[in-house]
């Protein structure tokens, strides 16, 4: 009996054994998918702290006033079935830059700071993801940003140089590419640092790009015209994009040359899209939360248009939302507010300290504007108001132990005599400036960085009446999020470095 059941049971292992040997009827539809569509956002300058404090503005300005605070996830990133976290550390920092890390993501690749698409030792080329994508499987590929298109983060899908201030060079790079759509901001040193070179613009036609500067002309835009190289019609600080939140009624922003590259590169054999909200970066260089918020936003529209599309193609669709490195130490909390916020309070900035530099600022040192003048400028563009009598701020001392009850005076846009003569000396180093100072002595340069004194208080003391702060005026060593929806999606969960953002697309696609 027993060696009858011994027999039975050797059969029916073998039996297993043979079913698991043989492949089922339709076994390569569980073969892994190659996604024939691929977005990748970066949000330069953007980490963790950027995206929350983001999404917690959206919800404060739709509080209900029930006094129960709740926070919706608004953003359409937010939403991605797959987060995971990758560090930034490069050959020269841990507080890195755009290029080394642009060049980590596209390469799987560390470098020295300031390097796109090189070792360290300046020798060897790093072939990029893009590049890849179009020379192994015939993709089409399109970069956008909202900065200049021959800037780091961009530079590093197309371009190999040892200095990301080769901007010249760099866009020689760009237009050898021969990638086929561009849209963004303008191109820096477009007939080089000395001006003596053929304009990259007429080089670009030359090698059959169509060159666009005009909304109309990118209206009417489509695949048939071939490579395009798409320029913002109105361009604004350095020739990049506006600020999302300076845009006209009727101008594009990111999103809209998000849904013109869909229309033009979308085929059958497939493509890869490369995305920068590179203005997040410099709003957090200048310490403007309100900019750094209102782009925020900008992009994640954008990627709403990869989201339309990826509902469209859900089984042929790898969208990736990150960000290079995180930028000016932004904080939610801030000490002058104790355990409080007024987010909502950074809805009164209506313009960007960029806007209000060029649009302000100018003719006031040019007329000599008094400060009565100013000030009155400052309430109608930022909703911060001179004190009226003896206005002085106190706080509880601190304790582990005890949490303060909220103060609504904190959040108050009048502003206390000690916030009202930093501003008042604020302005008076402004105008005593010429714009040529290369230099700034240590207190000075930890009051205004290397911006005007007089706007960055401004927005130091807005962001902090708000409950948030920063830390720095350049980057630091957060690790940045990445979230991920569509095929191959389930590939960045974890934590893990910015290289293996790179190195699991790779392995997506199967580029070598």
Same mark, same amino acid.
């Given at each position: ?306 989201? %339309?599309?990826?509902? =469209? ?6 969208? !990736? #939302?990150?960000? /290079?490195? &995180?930028?000016?130490? $932004? ?69 582990? %132990?005890?949490?303060? =009850? ?6 108050? !846009? #009048?502003?206390? /005599?000690? &916030?009202?003569?930093? $501003? ?89």
């Amino acid at each position: 009996m027993y060696m009858k059941a011994k027999k039975i049971s050797a059969l029916l292992l073998a039996a297993a054994m043979t079913a698991c040997a043989v492949p089922a009827q339709g076994a390569a539809a569980d073969e892994p998918k190659v996604p024939k569509y691929i977005f990748l956002f970066i949000g330069d300058g953007m980490s963790y702290p950027q995206v929350q404090t983001t999404n917690y503005y959206l919800n404060a300005i739709e509080d209900d006033g029930d006094d129960i605070l709740t926070s919706e996830s608004k953003l359409n990133m937010m939403k991605f079935p797959v987060a995971g976290s990758a560090q930034t550390y490069d050959s020269t920092s841990f507080c890195p830059d755009s290029a080394s890390t642009a060049t980590s993501i596209s390469t799987g690749h560390k470098t020295y700071s300031g390097t796109i698409n090189m070792d360290e030792k300046m020798e060897t080329s790093y072939e990029t993801i893009a590049e890849k994508l179009k020379k192994q499987l015939g993709y089409k590929v399109g970069i956008l940003s909202s900065v200049n298109l021959n800037h780091a983060t961009p530079a590093a899908f197309y371009a190999h140089q040892a200095s990301r201030n080769n901007y010249y060079e760099i866009g020689q790079e760009l237009i050898a590419s021969n990638f086929d759509y561009f849209a963004g901001g303008g191109l820096k040193k477009t007939t080089g640092s000395e001006g003596d070179q053929t304009d990259l613009y007429e080089l670009a036609q030359e090698a059959g790009y169509k060159v666009i500067k005009t909304k109309a002309e990118a209206e009417n835009l489509t695949a048939e015209d071939g490579k395009a190289i798409v320029i913002d019609e109105t361009l604004a600080d350095d020739d990049a994009m506006s600020y999302d939140m300076d845009l006209e009624d009727g101008e594009w922003g990111l999103s809209d040359y998000v849904k013109k590259g869909i229309e033009v590169l979308d085929n059958d054999t497939g493509f890869f899209m490369m995305v920068e909200g590179g203005k997040i970066d410099w709003a957090c260089h200048a310490n403007d939360a309100a900019a750094t918020i209102t782009d925020t936003v900008a992009m994640d529209e954008a990627v709403g248009k990869a989201v %339309d599309f990826y509902n =469209e193609h859900p089984d042929e669709t790898l969208i !990736l #939302v990150t960000g /290079d490195h &995180e930028t000016g130490g $932004l904080t939610i909390g801030f000490a002058g507010t104790d355990y409080d916020t007024f987010l909502a309070n950074i809805s009164n900035q209506k313009i960007s300290y960029a806007k209000f530099d060029s649009d302000y600022v100018a003719a006031y040192k040019e007329n000599k504007t008094d400060f009565d003048t100013v000030m009155a400028d400052i309430t109608e563009l930022f909703g911060l108001q001179a004190p009226t009598g003896t206005t002085e701020s106190s706080n509880q001392a601190d304790s582990k %132990d005890v949490h303060p =009850e909220g103060e609504e005076d904190k959040g108050s !846009l #009048v502003m206390t /005599d000690y &916030e009202y003569q930093k $501003l008042q000396n604020a302005y008076e180093e402004t105008m005593s400036r010429t714009g040529e100072e290369e230099e700034f002595g240590q207190e000075e340069y930890l009051m205004y960085g290397s911006y005007e004194p007089l706007t960055v208080t401004i927005t130091h003391i807005l962001n902090n009446k708000s409950g948030i702060n920063f830390a720095s005026y350049a980057h630091t060593g957060l690790p940045v999020e990445v979230f991920a929806m569509g095929v191959g999606q389930e590939q960045f969960e974890g934590y893990y470095d910015n290289t293996d953002i790179f190195n699991k697309v790779a392995a997506i696609t199967g580029v070598k």
